[in-house]
DNA sequence: CGACCGATCGTCT
DNA sequence: GACGATCGGTCGA
């Protein structure tokens, strides 16, 4: 299981290169399922017009943003999606790490069943909404610490070097202007469950 | 393959 | 009352 240390780091960046290819773990009502992280996306506080939490906006929903790294930020997109967050830096830093995909290691049946898909192609994990439905994460986990054993992030001798990390800008933040064209979507090369278009990924 | 569109609801103004 | 850090289906080239 990675560390307070590892979520804490104030280098946001970072941490979304390095939670690529690490192992979520979710453990819901006895199933448990393990997927490898092969895309994210980073949202970097107050000044990034991405982040829900610009502006130093507090509200009910952006509160969690604002705890020490190590928790997550789990919302509702679209009146439909939940999306995963990690929270990262420190307390009254509200940065986040988004999980945009995963690869499924371990309990595929389970994600199958969960998402409804007839067929176990690369789609059943692919975009955050779909990682969370796989996983079973809603936001009856928002909040949850990562360093206990609901939900947590793990490593195992899977190695990834620089160069198999591109970067691009993040998907669907328009409204953030300027900001829209930060290089903060990092994914692992040719990686089949990577979302978007295909243009997109091929941004750098 | 790309463009478009509808579904759906909590949160904030 | 408006708006999303989305998804999957459909339509047309």
């Given at each position: 299981m990675l560390t307070q240390a590892f979520y804490t780091n104030k280098n946001t960046i970072d941490v979304a290169k390095n939670l690529l290819g690490k192992i979520l773990v979710t453990k819901m009502e006895g199933l448990v399922t393990k997927a490898r992280i092969v895309e994210t996306e980073a949202y970097c506080g107050?000044?990034?017009?991405?982040?829900?939490?610009?502006?130093n906006k507090r509200t009910k929903r952006t509160e969690?943003?604002?705890?020490?790294?190590g928790v997550c930020y789990i919302y509702l997109c679209y009146g439909m999606h939940y999306l995963f967050n990690v929270v990262t830096n420190t307390?009254?830093?509200?940065h986040a790490v988004l999980v945009r995909a995963v690869e499924p290691l371990e309990g595929l049946e389970i994600m199958q069943k969960r998402t409804g898909k007839k067929e176990n192609d690369?789609?059943?994990?692919?975009?955050p909404g779909n990682v969370t439905k796989a996983l079973g994460i809603?936001?009856?986990?928002?909040?949850?610490?990562?360093?206990?054993?609901?939900i947590y992030i793990e490593e195992d001798d899977f190695i990834l070097s620089s160069k198999q990390i591109i970067n691009t800008p993040r998907i669907g933040?328009?409204?953030?202007?300027?900001?829209?064209?930060?290089?903060?979507r990092f994914f692992i090369k040719n990686?089949?469950?990577?979302?978007?278009k295909k243009i997109d990924n091929f941004a750098n």
């Open positions: 107050i000044t990034d017009k991405a982040c829900h939490a610009y502006n969690i943003m604002f705890a020490n790294g307390i009254n830093n509200p690369f789609t059943i994990t692919k975009g809603t936001n009856n986990q928002n909040g949850y610490s990562l360093l206990q054993n609901t933040v328009h409204y953030a202007k300027e900001d829209a064209l930060l290089l903060y990686n089949l469950f990577v979302s978007g």
